[in-house]
Structures are given as C-alpha cells and as structure tokens.
C-alpha cells in the first residue's frame, strides 16, 4: 500500500504532539512490527520560484487545435514588480479567482524541465500553472492544482509547505492475512505499537484526523428497504442518503493530495470521499447517483448470464455466483468489486447513497479473478474488512461531502445484518515463552494484546482473550503468540541454531537412486526432469487398451494447461516429447534419461473424517489407502547414433539392444541381475520388445517373477504419430519394484589365466538369443565365468527359418590354470545340452 509519512504522523500526533521520525526510521520502524516495505520514496524537489498565484482573467485562444488560454496571475511582489503574470495553460479545471501553483521563470521541475519566459501560441508565457503530475506528486491528473480560499492571505508566497512537497511516500507490503493494514486506522496502529505511542482510532473518534462529525444527524428510521438475500452471505449492509450537495463543487485539494499519493486519481467529491474513506479506515464504499435509484434495493446472487456495464464501461456476462445489487431497474453495483454505469456520480449529481457494506472474501475474490477486475475494494475484502465499522464509514462521508459540496445529511439510515461475535480464545500466559524461548511476563503478554484490541479475561493461569473485529486473521493461540512476538520485537528473540545429531549418512535407496543416475550419466545419456503432467489423449495415440495399468491416471481439477489435465503414470510421454523437440529444431543424435515419481490412481474420492478429533488408525489408513501409488520410474529413450562418424569409421545407430543394455546398467547400480524375455507391449514394437524381469543370484528367474519394465524399439505407427525419428527406442524401468539389496562389493581375483572359447549354434529363429545364453550358462558348468553374445547370421545354408548365434566363452579356474582340452569339453557340454533343451546344433 501506498501511504505518505505525513498522514501517518499527522495521525500519531494527535495523541503523541510533536512526534516526527526521519524516513529511515519510519522505514525501520515497519520492519520491527513485521510489514516489510518495498522502499519508500522522497516528493522531487523543486528549485527556484514556486509560488501560489490567483487567476484574475484570461483570454479563450481561438484558430489552434486545442483550447488554449491567455491567463492573468496574480503573483505578488514573487514576480518582483507585482504586476499580473502572462501565463498561457491548456487546462480547462480552473475559474476565475482560484488560487493556483505558479512555477515562475528560473523554477526547475522534475525531470530538468526549466521554466523560462519563451513565445507560444503568438503570447509571451511567463511561467507555468502547475499540475500534480508536473510537481511529482503523482503519475498523472486531469488539470492543475487549484486550492481554495484558505491561502487568499499567501498569494505570492512559497508554496511548496502549502502543498506539502516535504513529503516522503512509502510502499508498504501488506501480506494477505493482515488486510487490516490496508488503511491509515491499520498501520497507523502498528506504527504506534513500533513507536511505543498512544493511539487514538479515527474510526471511534473521526476528529484525530481534523474530520468534525458532530453535524451528522442521528439515524432515525429507514431510508429504502434492502433484502439482503442469505446465500449472498454477507453480512452486514449500510445505507444512509445526502441531497442538494452543489454539482459544481470540487474536491479540495488536501483531499486529492491524499488520494494521489495513495495512488488513487481524484474524480469528483462524491467519489472521492468513497475512496478517502476507504484508505483511512480501509472500508470500501461506492456512491450511488440517488436519482438514479428506483424503489428499493434487493442484493441477491445473479442470473447465469446476466449482462452487467461495469464503471469501466466494460460491458460483463455474470455468474451464477456473483453478488448484485439491483434495484427495480435492473442491476446497478457488482458486489464488493465495482459498480455500474447506471448510477454512477454524474456532473449533475445533487443526491448521493452512501453504501457501506461487509462481503463475504471468498466470494468477491472469485468474483474478482472470474471477470478479470481487481479493483481497490476487492483487494481489501478480498483480505477481510472489519463489519463493525460500517456506521462509522457511512457517518464520516457524509461529514466529508457536506463539508465539501454542502448539502444535507438525511436522518434516516438503513442497516440489515449484525456484527459477528467472535469466539474467545484460550491462552495458556507462559505459552508465548515457551514458544519463543524468550521471557514474557504476564503483564508484558496482556499489553501487547490490549495493543492489538483484544479484549482480556483472567482465569487462574489462562488468559481468555476476545480478539477485535477488525483481526479476523486471528482465530487460535498460536495467532496470539504470533502478535505478542511480533510486537515484542522479532529480533530480540535469539538465534540458537539446534545441535545436529550425527546422520548415518544416505540411505540404501537414495544410495540406489544417486548410483542409477551416475550410471546413465558416464554412460552418454544426458537427464532431463519430465513434467509430471501429459496430454490428455497420450494413451489414445499410443493404442493402449481401456483396461491398461497406465490408464489409471490422477485428473488435476485446475491445471495449468487444459490439454494436460492427467498426471503422467509413465515418463515416456514427456521424454518422447522432448525428442520430438529436438528433432524439429535439428538435432537428431540425441540419448536422455529420467528418474523420477509416477502417479497411480487408486480411489476416485478420499473420505472426510470429523475435525473436532484426532482420526482413528483405520481412518488414517483408509486415507492413506485412497492417496496415489507414486513409484520411482527410470527411463531412456534415444534416437540417431549413438557412435557419430568420423575418421575412425562409420557411425552406429541406437538400436533396441542399447536400450536394453541401459535397463542392464541400471540394474547392475542397483546391485542386481535382469533377465530379458520377448515381449508384446505398447508402444513399443511387436517384435523387438523385451520384457524384464528381475534374475535370482544364479542367474535364474522364479516362475512367478514379476515384470519391472521394458525396452525395445518403438511401435512405427507410435513414432509416425509423434514425430519421430524412425527406430527411435526406448526404455522404462519402476525402480520401486526392485528389491532393495545392501551388495558390499567383494570381488574375486583369480592368479590363473582365462581362456577363451567362441561356440556357434544354429537355432530356429524364433528362439531368443537370451534362452541360448542361459542354457550355455548352465550346461558348462562351474568354470564358466562368462558367455556373451558377439554375432547373429542368417543365410540360405543354414535352411530357412534359422539363424546361428555365435557366443564367446570365458573359462577360469580358481586353483590351477586349465588346458584347452578341460575348457572344450565344457564348451561341447554346454552344446549337449542346448541341443537336448532347444534343439540347437554346433555349427562348425
């Protein structure tokens, strides 16, 4: 909020006379209380002859392209001669008489702007009639300053104290919870409680800042009937009425002052004292044109699409949800956001409605981000606004407009709703000690309270405390320990850092998961972090079934991007689409990986247990039970080469085997064995898919292992569908399901040579290499330490439908180096019995 030093200290000194602090301690002073500022700032400073001027003539100039006037001012002796000023002004907001801000020749504005006696408009300007804009006291204004009969005695006279330039203006943050501070009544109080000051609230007595309600009628009967419709849910609604005010008065420029510095644009004096009201006690207002008014007022919910012109002349469709006010004509305020055209204040407006009125927050905020309208009154109800002020705002406007456009203040006043109660709270009054560390004695902790406007209750060691009306924040002790530290001083309160308890270090899954990604990482894939959302229709384009473990999505109710309202149960999507973005930007030699959490759905609906207790166990464990199954999921995915050309020879590309290679290096950090079988699994390749499942310490698989992921080549039509490189594999591995193992390394180094043997066999082509490889394994016994497949052939001398897989053969013994004989009849062993199991013969 924006806020001038000198309304707050003008405020202060009401009870604390000749109180002033410098800006800088102002600006430390909001810190102490806990309202961090985005800066303050000083008015420019203005050099050389600023004085105040009256308008004795001035000529209309006529043949230019805008209307153009020749004035006359009255200087005094500033000019030096006493003679009237030839000023030439565009502005149309001045008469004859007023009293005006003249910059005279050798006065220098904001920005380097000079003033010196130069020809225009065929007249010779000696000076300039000054708006706020040009003296820095805001970002823009319709016309120039025009002050009224209180400064007849200052013509030619300094008026620079008279506008008060000497003036700093500071940017307070106010967070959301505290909208009391959105006003002058609001902070000034924080700053008195930072200052250690009396403080007088100008809601209960108007006259600490110079505002004299004692003319204000007291309410005597009913102006109009309002229904105030329950499912609205607000809470309070006042009315009260003024009539024959002058159309053609102005809002003085003490008023305007405030209103520019707070960043509000001055209007006229009917809406001006809405918005005055509104900064000094933060309670929203609107001024109706009572002319304007017909029969009596009905604030309901509106009509699904209902059509509403706003003050900005926007013309609106509204919702179900949305508060009006209407009366017998239709529409003419949106609730606690902006009123209508309808009844706006107009030049000849002579009867006002003042409306003050308590909305409910959750309401005006949606109403709020629903059209797009942010508006000063939505952002103070939005934040909670004090329902026991509305009397108070109604009396002081009323005050204001009479005494600035006189007229009369009607007696009746129309008030529908009471003030909330609200609930006492229990507050043990050695808690806020213990919280803080910090000793606060009892009396300490009700002054700071009393401070805030609580009201106090003692009941032996507790404290009952009635928090005000105006702090709906809050609502529990922990709100009151909150302010008793606040106010105490938050850096009085010592920094004892906790002594740390020895860790043991990660534990073995995030050793697990820290192992995988360096393991992808030295092996070339580069990591990138999928977004947890995909495309709604992922699994349509891919062709999965409707029964499909995958399609078990979690919906998001509001998501970022409508197209992706699912959380991902693969990471595939979002890695594919990566590839795909890359591609079309050129890159096509491209190998990443992801390690990260997925979602499965498993209840469409948690239950709601009670509040007012803890949840029983079984409730706690149904809740839980609802929640998403997340696992931890890895995967590759790559396309192009994977060896790039160069002189050392012709590049390779990335085919399945690699991404099932990579599945084996995640494997091999996670301490374990995997064992490849065929599969058929979108949306990878019917017939260069494999599924992989977790292998036992001798290399067998249970019969009843689970599947934990699969890799291959993707389905040619998936990768059409996507964009893709043709042949684009990849890999996908749930890390969660594989078991969890502590392997301490322990390697066995053999003094005796190995020897190698190669064995070829020709098998029907359907058989995988993979059930080979096991079968050689087991049928050459103990001195075999490893058979890794190096060349597949297929050709008319094998006979159609086979293919021959040639293995190399490492043999070791751990106690004496083998022949060649011992190592070839393991070899023609393990041939045997692959001929026994798979019908495989020797090729020679």
Not at 316 to 336: T, Y
């Amino acid at each position: 909020m924006l806020i001038s030093q000198s309304w707050v200290t003008r405020l202060l000194d009401a009870k604390n006379p000749g109180w002033s602090v410098t800006a800088e301690d102002l600006d430390a002073g909001y810190v102490r209380v806990g309202f961090e500022t985005e800066g303050y700032e000083h008015l420019p400073e203005i050099k050389g002859p600023l004085v105040i001027g009256r308008v004795e003539s001035f000529e209309e100039l006529e043949g230019f392209k805008k209307p153009i006037r020749y004035c006359q001012v009255n200087v005094g002796d500033a000019n030096g001669t006493g003679e009237l000023q030839g000023i030439i002004c565009g502005a149309r907001n001045f008469r004859l008489g007023d009293y005006v801000v003249v910059s005279l020749p050798g006065a220098e504005l904001p920005g380097g702007f000079k003033i010196a006696a130069r020809k225009t408009y065929d007249h010779i300007s000696n000076g300039m009639m000054c708006s706020a804009a040009e003296l820095g006291m805001s970002e823009n204004s319709a016309g120039i300053i025009t002050l009224g009969e209180e400064v007849a005695d200052l013509v030619g006279q300094d008026a620079r104290p008279v506008i008060g330039l000497d003036d700093t203006v500071f940017d307070v943050n106010i967070t959301p919870d505290r909208g009391y501070a959105l006003s002058l009544r609001g902070l000034g109080s924080e700053v008195a409680s930072a200052f250690g000051l009396e403080y007088a609230c100008p809601a209960e007595d108007p006259s600490v800042v110079g505002i004299d309600v004692s003319g204000v009628p007291a309410p005597s009967g009913e102006l109009i009937d309002v229904d105030l419709k329950p499912e609205t849910k607000a809470v309070r609604f006042g009315l009260r009425k003024v009539t024959g005010i002058d159309p053609n008065a102005r809002t003085p420029f003490w008023m305007e002052r405030e209103l520019m510095l707070c960043g509000q644009r001055p209007v006229n004096p009917a809406t001006d004292v809405t918005n005055y009201v509104m900064l000094l006690l933060g309670q929203p207002m609107h001024a109706f044109d009572a002319n304007a008014i017909e029969g009596n007022l009905v604030v309901r919910n509106a009509q699904a699409g209902e059509k509403f012109e706003t003050l900005d002349h926007v013309k609106r469709e509204l919702d179900a949800e949305d508060v009006v006010i209407c009366d017998d004509n239709g529409i003419q305020s949106l609730a606690g956001v902006m009123g209508g055209t309808k009844s706006e204040i107009a030049d000849d407006t002579t009867d006002v409605y003042f409306e003050a009125a308590n909305w409910d927050p959750i309401t005006v905020a949606r109403t709020s981000r629903r059209h797009k309208l942010s508006s000063e009154a939505s952002r103070r109800f939005e934040r909670g606004v004090d329902p026991a002020i509305v009397e108070a705002a109604l009396d002081i406007a009323c005050a204001l407009l009479v005494q600035i456009a006189r007229g009369s203040i009607e007696s009746g006043r129309t008030l529908v709703g009471e003030v909330p109660a609200r609930e006492q709270i229990t507050l043990r009054a050695a808690k806020p000690a213990e919280y803080a560390g910090v000793d606060y004695s009892r009396e300490t902790v009700m002054s700071r309270l009393y401070e805030v406007g609580c009201e106090i209750e003692q009941s032996g060691e507790n404290l009952l405390v009635t928090p005000p009306t105006w702090r709906s924040d809050i609502t529990m002790d922990v709100d009151l320990i909150e302010e008793i530290l606040r106010l105490g001083g938050l850096e009085d309160i010592p920094t004892i850092l906790p002594t740390p308890v020895g860790g043991r270090g990660l534990t073995p899954a995030q050793k697990r998961r820290r192992a995988i990604g360096h393991g992808l990482a030295y092996a070339g894939y580069a990591e990138v972090i999928p977004a947890p959302f995909v495309r709604n229709d992922t699994f349509d384009v891919w062709g999965l079934d409707a029964d499909d473990e995958r399609r078990k999505t979690v919906e998001v109710q509001n998501p970022l991007e409508a197209d992706k309202a699912i959380l991902s149960t693969t990471l595939l999507p979002n890695l594919l689409e990566t590839i795909a973005r890359n591609v079309a930007r050129g890159r096509t030699d491209l190998a990443l990986y992801g390690l990260q959490q997925v979602s499965f759905k498993r209840a469409d609906a948690s239950p709601m247990p009670s509040v007012e207790s803890r949840p029983s166990e079984s409730t706690v464990e149904e809740l839980l039970g609802t929640l998403p199954y997340q696992p931890l999921h890895v995967a590759t995915v790559a396309s192009g080469n994977i060896e790039h050309e160069g002189p050392w020879g012709q590049g390779r590309a990335y085919t399945y085997a690699d991404s099932i290679e990579s599945a084996r290096l995640v494997a091999r950090a996670a301490g374990l064995d995997l064992a490849v079988e065929s599969a058929s699994e979108l949306p990878w390749h019917p017939g260069r898919c494999a599924a992989l499942k977790v292998a036992n310490a001798d290399g067998t698989v249970a019969a009843d292992a689970p599947i934990v992921g699969y890799a291959g080549e993707l389905h040619p039509q998936v990768v059409e569908a996507l964009g893709l490189p043709a042949r684009t594999c990849a890999m996908e591995l749930d890390v969660t399901a594989l078991p969890l193992e502590e392997r301490f390394p322990a390697p066995v180094l053999s003094a005796f040579p190995a020897l190698h043997q190669d064995i070829a066999l020709v098998v029907d082509e359907a058989t995988p290499a993979e059930d080979v490889r096991r079968v050689i394994e087991e049928g050459a016994g103990d001195l075999l330490e490893n058979a890794a497949l190096f060349d597949v052939f297929r050709g008319a001398q094998l006979g159609e439908g086979k293919k021959s897989l040639a293995f190399t053969l490492l043999f070791r013994a751990g106690d004496r180096t083998l022949t060649d004989e011992e190592a070839n009849e393991h070899r023609l062993a393990a041939a045997e019995l692959a001929k026994e199991r798979l019908g495989a013969e020797m090729r020679a």
